[in-house]
C-alpha cells in the first residue's frame, strides 16, 4: 500500500509565498513522474506542474516564472514553490504520484489535498 500526503497549504496575501510538500509513504520501489495538480470552486482539477524522475520539468502557463517543483528522491518527495501568489492561485492542490511498487506493479496515487487560499 502506498499513501501521498501533502502538506504546506494556508492563507497568504496577495503577492505572497508558500512552499507545498508531497510525500510518498508504504510499498516504494521507486516513484516515476510527480506532479501538483488543483482544483477551485467550480472548476475542474488542472496540472500545475510536473517533474520527471530525472528531473524534466514541465508547467501550465498560469504558473510559469512564478511557481518552481523540485523533487528529492531519497526522500520520496516533491515540493512547489509558489512565489507571487494571486487569488486566482485559490485552490485546493493535489499531488499525483505514479509508483513503482515493491511488488513490481505501478499505480497512481493522489493526496489528500491541501488548500491554498491567496486572500488580504
Known amino acids: 500500500q502506498v499513501e501521498v500526503v501533502e502538506s504546506g497549504g494556508g492563507l497568504v496575501q496577495p503577492g505572497g509565498s508558500l512552499r507545498l510538500s508531497c510525500t510518498a509513504y508504504?510499498?516504494?520501489?521507486?516513484?516515476?513522474?510527480m506532479g501538483w495538480y488543483r482544483q477551485a470552486p467550480g472548476k475542474e482539477r488542472e496540472l500545475v506542474a510536473g517533474?520527471?524522475?530525472?528531473?524534466?520539468?514541465n508547467y501550465a502557463d498560469s504558473a510559469k516564472g512564478r511557481f518552481t517543483i523540485s523533487r528529492d528522491n531519497a526522500k520520496n518527495t516533491a515540493y512547489l514553490q509558489m512565489n507571487s501568489l494571486k487569488p486566482e492561485d485559490t485552490a485546493v492542490y493535489y499531488c499525483?504520484?505514479?509508483?513503482?511498487?515493491?511488488?513490481?506493479?505501478?499505480?497512481?496515487?493522489w493526496g489528500q489535498g491541501t488548500l491554498v487560499t491567496v486572500s488580504s
Open positions: 508504504g510499498s516504494i520501489y521507486s516513484l516515476n513522474d
Open positions: 499525483n504520484a505514479e509508483v513503482r511498487t515493491t511488488g513490481m506493479g505501478f499505480i497512481e496515487v
Open positions: 517533474i520527471g524522475k530525472y528531473g524534466s520539468v
